[in-house]
């Protein structure tokens, strides 16, 4: 890479020169040719119901296979794509990509339920004309039912949202879509709003379930879950928690009254086959 970027040969040896050469202009203009040449890919992280920690779907996480770089996260770049639009692009790519493993995966799995798919959602695509429309399709050439779907939002996009932001959320809630509110509890939002907001699901931040890590649990992080459970539930909304990273953590949020968690505990985030197998395994017993 020193070489083609034009013989500077200390790059190759000064490991700060080579972070550098990651900026953000580099990565910015790569951005638009990545999608033509497919360096996007994408791993599934499974949701699991904290009662038996059986499988029941799985949260797209998009990668981005840099012919230099090796691969980068999504905080690396999502930002970069929000900032230049190809997140619209990008997003609808993802949204296609998943919707159709998530198909695959109900066709390997037609003895043990319908496997749920979530993708996540930028707020620039929130206010994109073509979201319910391109959303519809997408579920109709994979032949994927609107309930097996959730889109995740994060609670700071919605934070003082207007009708208008909200109105495609609400179509495509009436459709069976579910959204879920994620990173929920980091936005200091209104807690009376989400009556207002069309989210099924709320998704408790990682920083909650850390709380949970030592025994015992931060007394105040458990009263807050708590808190946020008993609320959830009264409006009729599922409680999902991310980051669980041990049993001890998942055992609490379960006594807690948390319906489904994801996190390292269970799986990271892998190859769609990954996926197929644990809930193989689950079906197995
Ligand atoms: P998120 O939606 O809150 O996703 C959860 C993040 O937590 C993922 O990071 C996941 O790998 C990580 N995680 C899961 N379990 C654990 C655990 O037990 N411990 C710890 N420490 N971390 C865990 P990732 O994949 O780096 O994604 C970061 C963020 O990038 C996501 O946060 C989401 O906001 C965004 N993102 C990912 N894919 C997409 C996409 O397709 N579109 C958009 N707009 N944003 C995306
Ligand atoms: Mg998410
Ligand atoms: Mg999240
Ligand atoms: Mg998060």
């Known amino acids: 890479r020193a070489k083609s970027a034009g013989g500077n040969r200390f790059e190759v040896a ?7 050469a990651i ?6 203009t790569a951005l638009p040719m990545a999608l033509d040449r497919g360096e996007f890919f994408i791993e599934y992280q499974p949701l699991v119901h904290l009662g038996d920690g059986t499988v029941h779907g799985a949260e797209a996480l998009v990668r981005w296979l840099h012919p230099q770089h090796g691969v980068l996260g999504p905080d690396r770049f999502i930002p970069l794509a929000e900032h230049t639009g190809l997140i619209v692009p990008l997003g609808r790519w993802v949204l296609e990509e998943a919707v159709g493993q ?6 390997r799995h037609a003895r043990t339920g319908p496997m749920r798919i979530n993708v996540n959602l930028s707020p620039c695509q929130l206010t994109h004309p073509g979201l ?3 959303t519809v399709d997408i579920l109709e050439d994979a032949g994927l039912e609107p309930d097996a779907l959730c889109l995740e939002v994060t609670e700071s996009a919605l934070i003082g949202a207007d009708d208008d932001l909200l109105k495609p959320l609400r179509r495509l809630a009436e459709m069976g879509v579910d959204i879920a509110l994620d990173d929920f509890g980091t936005g200091y939002s209104n807690l009376a709003n989400l009556r207002r907001l069309p989210v099924s699901i709320l998704k408790l931040d990682r920083s909650f379930t850390q709380g949970m890590q030592q025994y015992p649990a ?3 992080d458990l009263k807050i879950v708590e808190g946020i459970v ?3 539930h009264s409006l009729d909304l599922a409680v999902t928690v991310e980051g669980v990273e041990t049993g001890a953590q998942a055992e609490q949020l ?12 269970y799986a990271r985030p892998g190859p769609p086959d990954r996926l197929h197998e644990l809930a193989l395994a689950d079906a197995r017993g």
């Open 23 to 28: 900026t953000r202009h580099g990565l910015t």
């Open 132 to 134: 319910v429309s391109d």
């Open 218 to 220: 931060d007394p105040v």
């Open 102 to 107: 998530a198909r695959a995966w109900q066709e």
């Open 254 to 265: 379960r006594i807690l009254g948390c319906d489904t968690a994801q996190g390292w505990y």
């Open 14 to 20: 000064d490991p700060e020169a080579d972070a550098r």
């Open 230 to 232: 008993s609320l959830a």
